[in-house]
């Protein structure tokens, strides 16, 4: 199924802040690596929206819509430069966030368990005799999230927080 790409409208059904063949180019230019099979690198692009919204704490500002699939657009949300922030208008999707979503999209498709399910531990044995002794051994996985630190840096100019050393800016 195509990617059903967020317009900046607040669609219900949104699916990626990116196209596929926008995120081709980036991916190209920068050196990250997407399947080649279209589908494949939808499914790794989908994924990596998710990852990004997983951001939506810590972003400034708030969704457009209660109805819609993916963290932005936002309202009231800024990029900070220095010691001014930036206003977003509400319909845009910032590039930072379709560039950090390429980038997680390269890291789900090169195979990187981003999001660990279990803790670690193997089980290499139980045994029930009077009491419950089970054994592990160590599968080499820590069982713990990563961060994909290159996407989160990308992500880092929509990650500030007001003070009261601030200038909120307006493009008009």
């Not at 969704?63 to 977003?88: E, F, H, M």
Request: glycine content about 8%; hydrophobic content about 35%.
């Amino acid at each position: 199924m195509p990617l059903i790409v967020s317009d900046g409208t607040g669609l219900s059904n949104a699916d990626s802040y990116i196209s596929l063949d926008d995120a081709r180019t980036y991916a190209e230019n920068y050196g990250y690596t997407l399947p080649d099979d279209n589908t494949d690198a939808e499914v790794s692009l989908r994924k990596g929206a998710v990852y990004v919204d997983l951001f939506e704490s810590s972003f400034n500002g708030h969704r457009l819509k209660d109805t819609q699939s993916l963290v932005w657009p936002c309202v009231d949300a800024c990029k900070c430069s220095g010691y001014n922030q930036i206003g977003i208008p509400s319909d845009e999707i910032p590039l930072e966030v379709q560039y950090a979503q390429v980038i997680a999209a390269s890291h789900y498709a090169a195979g990187v368990a981003v999001r660990a399910n279990n803790d670690g531990l193997g089980v290499a044995s139980k045994e029930v005799v009077g009491a419950v002794k089970v054994s592990y051994f160590d599968n080499q996985k820590t069982g713990s999230s990563i961060e994909i630190t290159e996407a989160i840096d990308m992500l880092s100019s929509l990650l500030c927080v007001g003070s009261s050393l601030s200038i909120r800016t307006v493009k008009v």
